[in-house]
């Protein structure tokens, strides 16, 4: 199994401005994942974090608003750049270690914008 | 592209109740089959995962099945509790995790 550390846990920022979320793996994976869930709506992948290269993003979601860094394959940052109160959602990021292998997640980071 | 539908979007059950979930997906090809719980305003919890080449997985009162042929998958979930009142999501991971809209599960005291 793996254990997913995800911070922060939840925040409140100013629109305009923009909030970094890490995620840390307690073991090297293959595949992570970043997710939104926005108020009473199921979950939408945002894109895929690639070690070593670009991320690759799900129709909808853009670079510039979501940008992506994976140095390592324990770790990832998501950052939601010159927030709107519509960004306001609950962020995951998730991992598989392969295919076939379970997908696990981390807690969450509720975003509000106001 | 791997599509995953549940059935029912709600339900609700007096406590004590057996009921079933489901989760179907239009490409067989999977490698397995995760369902999920998440509460309210919270991350996901790994439930059960099946393995394609097992056709269930049990866990307590949790028994999920898989149909390949079918694309079908349910989760059993026997003398539900209050406790059990939540979001039940089902994925196929691939490439990339496909979600259910999921199931919003209501436990009557």
């Known amino acids: 199994s793996a254990v997913i550390s995800q911070k922060p846990s939840r925040d409140i920022c100013q629109r305009g401005t923009s909030l970094t979320i890490q995620c840390q793996v307690d073991s090297q994976v293959t595949m992570m994942f970043w997710y939104r869930q926005q108020p009473g709506q199921s979950l939408t992948l945002i894109a895929t974090a690639n070690q070593g290269s670009e991320a690759t993003y799900e129709s909808g979601f853009v670079i510039d608003k979501f940008p992506i860094s994976r140095p390592n394959l324990t770790f990832s940052t998501l950052t939601v750049s010159n927030m709107s109160p519509e960004d306001s959602s609950i962020y995951l990021c998730?991992?598989?270690?392969?295919?076939?292998?379970?997908?696990?997640f981390g807690q969450g980071t509720r975003l509000t914008v106001v | 592209k791997q599509e995953v539908t549940q059935i029912p979007a709600a339900l609700s059950v007096p406590e004590g109740e057996n009921l079933v979930l489901n989760c179907s997906f239009t490409?067989?090809?999977?490698?397995?089959l995760q369902w999920f719980r998440q509460d309210p305003g919270k991350g996901l919890t790994s439930l059960l995962l099946i393995q394609s080449s097992q056709r269930e997985q049990t866990s307590g009162r949790l028994n999920a099945s898989l149909d390949k042929s079918s694309g079908r998958s349910t989760l059993y979930i026997a003398a539900s509790q209050p406790g059990d009142s939540a979001t039940y999501l089902c994925?196929?991971?691939?490439?990339?995790?496909?979600f259910g809209k999921g199931t919003r599960l209501h436990i009557l005291p």
């Open positions: 994925a196929a991971p691939d490439d990339k995790i496909i």
């Open positions: 490409d067989s090809a999977i490698y397995n």
């Open positions: 998730s991992v598989v270690g392969g295919f076939g292998t379970e997908a696990f």
